[in-house]
């Protein structure tokens, strides 16, 4: 409003300085389409490359004819655009994008007085949008930060309940079946689980015996011995000494 302009645009670079995306884009006329999200290389608008290349603003008059709008001449005719002010959005000297202005009045020209308001503007978007892109910065890397001390809590954790396992299996007396269930429920609260048992695998009467169970978080009693012939994870195990992940209980062949 301020300029009277038809339309503008803000268009952000991307790392390389190869593409503008326009992210944010305002028509005086309601029936135009918003342009939010078009990609624009910059290799194809001389205008651009220009006003990122100099970090100066640029003013176009007779855009549908001149030389540096010539790739989008049929848009600026189609648009009515007769004049055109692109100018540089700069923090610390590097340009991380351009706003762009056009007027469909033919007997209207951006004045010096408009091009120095324009760049006091983009002065404020652009430090408003580095702003943001610290602040968003920060969160990430505070996420990080907070995400990896978790990473080193849970770690310590780990290693803690294996040390203490191991001490109690190298301590353990005559009586093991405290010792299986206490080896059981540091195991489970390790990994976040509230159900497990532990088996032992009796070679000489070829059975498959209970020794711990934990049920919903708590210690539970049940005697139960299985054949070795009748217990696939015995045989699977017994074959090949390495824990298998069974994702689909119903349906795995074990």
Known sequence: DVFKARRCGIALLNEEKTVLTVVADHSARPQDESEAGQQLPVGDNPASAQVIETGEPLVITQAQTNPLTKPIHSILHERETHCLMLVPLLTRSQVI?????????????????????????????ANAIENTRLFEQTQAALTELKESQLAQQKALQRTETLYRIGDTLASAGGELQPTFEFVLAEYLQLLGLEQGQIMMFDEASHQSILQALQLDGQPAKSSLSVPLADDPVAQHLLQHPKPPIVEAVDQHPL
């Open 97 to 125: 994008g351009t706003i762009g202005l056009d007027l469909d009045d033919p007997d209207r020209e951006f004045t010096v007085a408009d091009v120095a308001l324009a760049e006091t503007i983009a002065g404020q978007v």
